[in-house]
């Protein structure tokens, strides 16, 4: 069984902070997504990453995938309030229907 | 452009009642995905839609859990004889190809009392 474990799973920091949130698995994922979710609606996707050691940057967003694509980490520099919200990794199963495997999640809280 | 919507919004129901909840995917998208999210928890995938088939319905938890898509577009998840542990925050996605970006909509948050 494909599992994604993230790290940590809240997280309350003061505006203008760094911060890294990781998502972790035993298992090869075929790819690794990032979704951000606001209360009251569906998660929205932020990057896909495909490739080992892949580095993809979204403004103040940095998101990494392990060389084995067995994790990946998601850096935020200077976190501002709008970046309140939940922080989900998602996998590609890998099987031929493309559904995902999520990870728990992380809570994320940026004070002004 | 219209996304993925979901009705209801929120269902309040009593244990062993039967519930129907309906998703819209987005115009033209093929596949379509539900998916359960419990408190505190990530998304868990339940079933997946190819045109008007279930592909892939390996994540329903149990035989009181139904889903169908008749003509390829609307999708209803329908659960029999519902139990307090049902309750969750259900999510459809839909995206051109299974293998396309996910859209999610913005769920139904049902709770059993």
């Known amino acids: 069984t494909q599992l994604l474990e993230q790290s940590p799973q809240f997280l309350s920091i003061q505006e203008g902070e760094n911060l890294t949130v990781y998502c972790n698995s035993s298992s090869v994922f075929s790819s690794l997504q990032w979704y951000r979710q606001e209360p009251g609606e569906g998660p929205v996707l932020l990057v896909t990453?495909?490739?080992?050691?892949e580095v993809k940057k979204l403004k103040r967003l940095t998101f990494q995938f392990g060389d084995a694509r067995k994790d990946s980490s998601l850096h935020i520099t200077a976190a501002q309030p709008g970046d309140t919200g939940l922080y989900l990794c998602a996998g590609g199963s890998g099987s031929n229907t493309g559904k995902l495997i999520f990870g728990q999640g992380t809570t994320l809280q940026v004070k002004p | 452009g219209a996304g993925v919507s979901q009705t209801p919004s929120n269902k309040v129901t009593e244990k062993g009642k039967y519930v129907e909840l309906r998703c819209d995917p987005i115009?033209?998208?093929?596949?379509l995905y539900w998916y359960r999210q419990s408190l505190g928890q990530g998304p868990e995938f339940l079933i997946y839609f190819q045109g008007t088939g279930a592909a892939d319905d390996s994540g329903l938890p149990n035989d009181r859990f139904f889903a169908v898509r008749p003509e390829g577009s609307v999708s209803t998840l329908k659960i029999q004889r519902t139990e307090r542990g049902d309750s969750a925050v259900y999510l459809c996605?839909?995206?051109?190809?299974?293998?396309?970006?996910?859209?999610f909509g913005p769920g139904t948050r049902l709770t059993v009392l």
């Open positions: 996605a839909s995206s051109l190809g299974r293998y396309d970006e996910q859209f």
């Open positions: 115009s033209g998208h093929t596949a």
């Open positions: 990453v495909v490739t080992g050691g």
